[in-house]
Every structure is written in structure tokens, then in C-alpha cells.
């Protein structure tokens, strides 16, 4: 009798065990090679249980002992980085699957709860995770796994969670920002200064939509409609911020914890709103404002521009790091930038950084056109190293590329590009979610991370 299907498909079965798919049996003994790795490098947990224990309660709420423990913690945020996943799907992806409870040591709790798991997120440091890594690195040397003699290096931008920056959406979002706190604190108080300020939020969204909407019309009378728009938008908010300035003095002083939070909040964003307020008064006026002085969003001022030219994307709001990775494809190295320096000065830090984590520079290192410094300047660079590197590769013109070892370190140094883009599209760091300047440096040393252990736990090769 032939039957007309089959309830499992056999040609996708494992021979050791006929029930589990081979994927299946793939993806647990990836995690098991990587629990085997962090259990080999307890310089590492105990990087992370220091900054947990000190930002969280270890006690809990009724004085009893913490359910779990900072390796639980730790680890899950490990597969969040490895998964790819947000605070909440990485509580049910480890709650529904025995493979990750495993990796966690959470066969005999509870799933951790997402907003714990945020918590412990912020209280490791973006100096924890770089520590983390350099003990990653060095226990790899020594083991033999990687050579830290010959580096890479490159830069490139992670993009911050903000929306595109003009004069008139940024001061949309002051005015909403302002009313939708200040509503909040006129249900729990009754102040005469908010009773004074009166909001027309429908008024001031109008303003805001009718000149994104026909900013880039060519008709003269609709620009001279845009022009009066754009004033009468910066007056508006302008208004707003100058009143509430009084009343947020007064909220940081009540005796209510909900008003002192709000006043704290708002505390903290009337800078930006202000500086917002004069960039759009000197547009106005026909100033060109440098891209310095701009502030690019109220919810993350320390968000920089960063112009590098690309055809599909040539201006990115942001932040630079720089990457440097050994042959391994192992990163040794990342460093975050506040403010973009240009690439040519970023040699000597590299090479000194190296120092600082293997105890020697590498004999040899591979850059692309953009870090070179000029002739001169790399003459001095080859001198003040002491023949401590033996060769750079730093191209100046494509004309370099016709030397053959030269072209040799070009090649190697063109692998960089493809652990960024893995960085980008498997780790999210094409646009960095975390909020602040710490949050977007955390993410960064988490990718990293995460990186790294993928790297160093290949599947076994076949025969």
C-alpha cells in the first residue's frame, strides 16, 4: 500500500537521532561549543557579575536572594547579541526553547524578564565589554588560535534611532515633547505658571507638515509661504521654551517625585531645545550654521553628522568606530568616536592600542588610502616605530597597488569590509537602537563580542 505522505521528511533527518532535524542538531552544538568558550574564560563572567551586582539589587524587592545570578544574566544577553533580538523576543525565544535555557542555566527558574535583562544591559559597561574582549584576545594568543602579529583596520559609521533632521521637525518635536510633559504634571499639581502657558498643538503640527510638505516646491509664491511658515513656527517654540524655563526650576524643587522627574527630564533637553531654537533663527536669517554647532535630535543630542561621500547614502547621523581584526577575522580592537577624527591620524592610536592588549605592535599592518598621513609624516611615523613594525601598508595612490606586496596587504586588508557588513546585517549595527552616547557604545562592544565567539567556535570539519 503506498501512502500518500509522510508526517517527517527523512532525507532532512540526522543518522544519530532520527527525530531532529539536522539544523536542529547544528544549532545546539553551536551553543554548546560557545558555553564550552565562556566557560573556559571566568575573567569574563567576573568582568560582568562586578558591574551587575553593583547596578542591580542583589537582595531583590523582599530582601531574599537574587533569583539570577550574573552568569544567567550575562548569558542571555549573549544570545540576544548572537540572535539578533530585542529585549522581549530574547525572553520568549529563551523561555520556549530547552537548547537556550541550557546555554543560560535556566532549566530549573523562570525565563528572565525583559525589563531585568534591560537593566543588566545597562549596568555593563561599554569599558567592561572592551576588558572582555582583551581577555578574549589574549586567552586566543596564547591558546594559539589567532596571530596578532599581522592587522587590519578600517572605519566605518553605525547610524543613530533618529529621524531626519530639519529645522522644522526639530521643533516639532520640542513643542510636543514640552506639552505632552506638561500635561502629565497638570494632573498631579496645580501651579499658576502652567495654568498661563497654553498649548495649540494641532496649529503647530499644521505649520510642521505644511512646510515639509512643500519645502522643495519651485512655485516663488509657495517658498515666500514656507519662509513665513518657518518664523512664525521658530516664534511659536521659541515662546514655549522661554516660558517653560521658570516652571522647571520650580518642578526640580517639589516635594512630588513625579514633578521632580519630569523637571529633571525636561531639564536635560532645554539646552538642546534652546541651541534647536538658534540654529533655526540663523537659517533664517541667511547664516550658514557648521554641522558642529547643529544639534541633530533632542532625544539623542550627541548624535554627529558625518558626510563620507557614499552615492547611496552620502550624509549618515551617527557615530565613527574604528575595527581592527587579525587574519582570524578575530576583532582585537574597537574604539568609539565622539567626534569623527580624520582617518589619517588614526595609525598611531591603532598600533598603540595593540601594544596595550598583546604587550608588542604587530609586525606588519594593512590600512586603506584614507589613513595615509602624508609622506612625510609616514617617514616619521616608520622612525618613531623603531623598526618595531616591519612593514605598513598604507597605500598613497592606486599606483601603489602595482607593488606586489603591497597589493598582497590590500588584498588581505579588503576582508575587513566583509566582518563589517557581517557586523551590519547579523549583529544590527547598522542603526544602533540604545539611547545615549553609553547605550550606543554598549551595543558596539556587544556585537563585538558576540562576534568573537562565533568566530572562535567553527562547526568541526567533516571527516
Known amino acids: 500500500m503506498r501512502e500518500m505522505t509522510h ?31 565562556l566557560d573556559s574564560m571566568p575573567e569574563v563572567l567576573e568582568q560582568a557579575h562586578n558591574d551587575i551586582e553593583t547596578m ?25 547579541g548572537i540572535e539578533c533580538l530585542t ?3 530574547t525572553t520568549i525565544r529563551i523561555a520556549e526553547s530547552e537548547t537556550l535555557q541550557n546555554f543560560c542555566r535556566l532549566l530549573k527558574k523562570s525565563t528572565v524578564d525583559y525589563t531585568l535583562l534591560c537593566r543588566a544591559s545597562c549596568a555593563i559597561s561599554p569599558q567592561t565589554w572592551e576588558k ?27 547610524e543613530c534611532n533618529i529621524h ?10 520640542c513643542y510636543r515633547v514640552i506639552e505632552r510633559n506638561i500635561t502629565k504634571i497638570r494632573q498631579v499639581l496645580s501651579m499658576q505658571e502652567l495654568t498661563s ?47 517653560i524655563v521658570p516652571v522647571v526650576k520650580k518642578l ?42 547643529k544639534i541633530l535630535s533632542i532625544f539623542e543630542p550627541h548624535t554627529e553628522l558625518i558626510m563620507r561621500g557614499r552615492r547611496e547614502k552620502p550624509v549618515e547621523f551617527g557615530h565613527a568606530f574604528l575595527l581592527a581584526e587579525c587574519p582570524e577575522k578575530f576583532i582585537t580592537d574597537w574604539l568609539v568616536f565622539p567626534q569623527r577624527p580624520p582617518d589619517s591620524t588614526l595609525i598611531p592610536v591603532t598600533l598603540e592600542r595593540h601594544e596595550e592588549t598583546f604587550g608588542a605592535k604587530p609586525k606588519s599592518a594593512a590600512f586603506d588610502m584614507g589613513f595615509f598621513p602624508g609622506a612625510d609624516e609616514l617617514e616619521s611615523l616608520r622612525d618613531d616605530l623603531d623598526d618595531e613594525v616591519e612593514y605598513l601598508a598604507v597605500p598613497s595612490r592606486l599606483r601603489d597597488l602595482g607593488d606586489a606586496l603591497m597589493s598582497t596587504y590590500q588584498k588581505f586588508r579588503a576582508g575587513i ?12 549595527l547598522s542603526r544602533c537602537l540604545f539611547r545615549g552616547f553609553n547605550g550606543f557604545c554598549r551595543a558596539i562592544g556587544c556585537a563585538v563580542f558576540c562576534h568573537n565567539l562565533i568566530v572562535m567556535t567553527p562547526p568541526p570539519k567533516p571527516g
Not at 164 to 173: A, F, K, R
Not at 230 to 241: A, G, I, P
Request: with cysteine; proline share 4%.
Open 56 to 80: 542591580l539589587n542583589p537582595e531583590g524587592k523582599q530582601g531574599r536572594k537574587a533569583v539570577f545570578s550574573s552568569d544567567n544574566l550575562f548569558r542571555a544577553l549573549v544570545v540576544m
Open 87 to 89: 529585549f522581549r523576543e
Open 164 to 173: 531626519w533632521p530639519t529645522d522644522s521637525s526639530l521643533l516639532w518635536d
Open 252 to 293: 526640580l524643587n517639589s516635594p512630588n517625585l513625579f514633578a521632580a522627574a519630569i523637571g529633571a527630564e525636561l531639564n536635560e533637553k532645554l539646552p538642546a531645545m534652546a541651541r534647536i531654537v538658534n540654529v533655526a533663527e540663523r537659517n533664517l536669517a541667511g547664516e550658514k550654521v557648521p554641522a558642529t554647532e
Open 7 to 37: 508526517a517527517i521528511f527523512c532525507e532532512f533527518l540526522t543518522n544519530a537521532d532520527d527525530q531532529v532535524p539536522g539544523i536542529v542538531t547544528r544549532y545546539r552544538e553551536e551553543y554548546k561549543r560557545v558555553g564550552e568558550l
Open 197 to 243: 502657558i497654553r498649548f495649540h498643538v494641532k496649529k503647530i503640527r499644521k505649520l510642521h507638515l505644511d512646510i515639509a510638505r512643500f519645502a522643495k516646491s519651485k512655485c516663488k509664491k509657495r517658498q515666500r509661504k514656507v519662509i513665513g511658515w518657518k518664523k512664525t513656527l521658530t516664534r511659536r517654540v521659541k515662546q514655549t521654551v522661554e516660558k
Open 417 to 428: 569590509e566583509g566582518t563589517i557588513s557581517c557586523l551590519k546585517r547579523a549583529f544590527r
Open 132 to 158: 572582555s574582549n582583551r581577555f578574549f584576545g589574549i586567552r586566543m594568543m596564547h591558546e594559539g588560535k589567532i596571530n596578532p602579529e599581522i592587522i587590519r583596520a578600517d572605519t566605518t559609521v553605525t
